[in-house]
């Protein structure tokens, strides 16, 4: 397995479409499959929507270790992109641009990397966030990527395509329960629905990974005896969600849920020492999970 980061700053020849702050991706290979990780940009967060019910006073010791003393998180958001030499693949499809100034980069990213939205032959989402679905409709409320297959979980799409949703979801979710739904309508015609286990595409299988979200899903991608885990928001960061996969997390809509899908993966991940790929993991979020103490710590990938 090769993997690389290439980093690409304000200094380059591509500085016309890379924000200020620089851009950079990892890809990797296995076999002849090559993965890369495009930045849609950042997702600032107040700490407290992060913690949840946990006391900062008994976070912040795990915090301070990762050089976190401030009211925010600020968390990478990384878009997976799949290539296989037939099918090319999106992972999430980032936050679109009418969601906060930070996100909504994904097209720089195609930019640099010289492909198209038409280059897309699907799309196959973890969940129903906004930062992970915004991307599908353009500024023009038509489909992103019109000549993809579109791919969801069968328990994530009825979740949100249900009306009754908007009325059952906690109030501060309300908008982004009006939002999946109206995207995933737009795009409906065109959207297949997998179940856990299924092989979505070759050497791409379905893990369910419940709680972030009802149906939230992740994929292994396999080629020969090699294998990569792309998680989504299964792990939502490198810090407390690795250190204390027990706790819950404010991000998680089914906490207890969440817990369990959260602390079988990471043991997998560390037994099986299996690379894997977070959407709001640092580095590109490709690396891999060692066991701690009683928790587990993120190794990102050595460029």
Aim: with cysteine; aromatic share 8%.
């Amino acid at each position: 397995m090769q993997i690389t980061r290439r980093h690409f700053i304000a200094a380059t020849a591509a500085a016309a479409i890379i924000p200020a702050r620089g851009w950079a991706t990892t890809f990797l290979s296995i076999g002849d499959i090559r993965i890369d990780t495009l930045s849609d940009g950042n997702l600032p967060l107040p700490a407290s929507f992060a913690l949840g019910d946990i006391p900062r006073e008994q976070a912040d010791p795990i915090l301070k270790k990762y050089g976190i003393t401030s009211d925010q998180f600020d968390r990478p958001c990384n878009v997976t992109l799949l290539r296989d030499g037939t099918n090319t693949v999106l992972f999430d499809v980032g936050a679109g641009s009418d969601f906060i100034p930070t996100t909504g980069k994904l097209m720089d990213a195609f930019d640099v990397l010289g492909i198209t939205p038409e280059d897309v032959t699907h799309v196959v989402l973890t969940h129903g966030h906004p930062d992970h679905l915004g991307g599908l409709l353009d500024d023009f409320d038509d489909p992103m990527f019109y000549d993809a297959k579109h791919m969801i979980g069968k328990q994530e799409f009825d979740y949100w395509l249900d009306p009754d949703t908007v009325n059952t979801i906690v109030a501060e979710r309300t908008t982004m329960a009006v939002g999946a739904k109206r995207r995933l309508e737009t795009v409906e015609s065109s959207i297949t629905t997998f179940d856990d286990g299924d092989e979505i595409l070759p050497g791409v299988a379905a893990q369910a990974t419940y709680g972030h979200t009802p149906g939230h899903m992740s994929f292994e991608v396999r080629a020969g005896s090699e294998s990569v885990l792309i998680t989504g928001d299964a792990v939502v960061d490198h810090h407390l969600a690795f250190e204390r996969p027990e706790w819950y997390s404010g991000a998680d809509q089914d906490p207890d849920t969440a817990v369990v899908s959260r602390t079988r993966l990471l043991d997998r991940l560390a037994t099986e020492q299996m690379t894997l790929v977070g959407f709001h993991l640092p580095g590109g979020g490709i690396g891999r999970t060692e066991r701690t103490g009683d928790g587990y710590r993120f190794v990102a990938a050595e460029g």
